[in-house]
């Protein structure tokens, strides 16, 4: 299963568990005009960035969703909060509250430039692993920059 699904085998009795996702696992990753989409992923969920260079300012369209195994233990709906910060300043909002176990989050933001950001998504729901029961949390952390070169 999952690294959440072993987490919470562990850490079920007390009611809750939580994973953090950080990507790249260490500094920003570069998106250009070259190479404009990034997709990432790990046993907690999987997502993507990508830049549309064609206008300016520029289109950031982000997403993330949890991975197939966390949704398979999910038992209800989840409730999603995202923050895009740029340079540190936060730009965009956004949350949705009872959305099913699949549910993609995909915000934009439409007055992109040449910035670093980082996408901060937080997902609680419901969970049963091996007959037990508690809430789970997964908190997935994106840091790209958008350059030209």
């Known amino acids: 299963m999952a690294i959440l699904a072993a987490l919470l085998l562990w850490t079920i009795s007390a009611g809750s568990a939580s994973a953090t996702s950080v990507f790249p696992p260490s500094g920003s990753h570069g998106i250009t005009p070259q190479a404009p989409y990034w997709g990432f992923s790990d046993g907690n969920g999987h997502g993507s960035a990508q830049v549309n260079y064609a206008r300016s300012p520029y289109i950031i369209n982000m ?87």
């Open 63 to 149: 997403g993330y969703q949890l991975s197939p195994s966390n949704i398979a233990i999910c038992t209800g709906n989840l409730n999603e909060t995202l923050d895009l910060y740029q340079t540190g300043r936060k730009v965009l909002h956004d949350n949705h509250v009872n959305a099913g176990c699949s549910y993609f989050a995909h915000p934009s933001y439409a007055q992109g430039g040449l910035y670093s950001y980082q996408m901060q998504m937080h997902f609680v729901f419901r969970v049963s692993v091996g007959g037990r029961t508690g809430t789970a949390t997964v908190d997935a952390i994106v840091n790209f920059q958008v350059t030209l070169v």
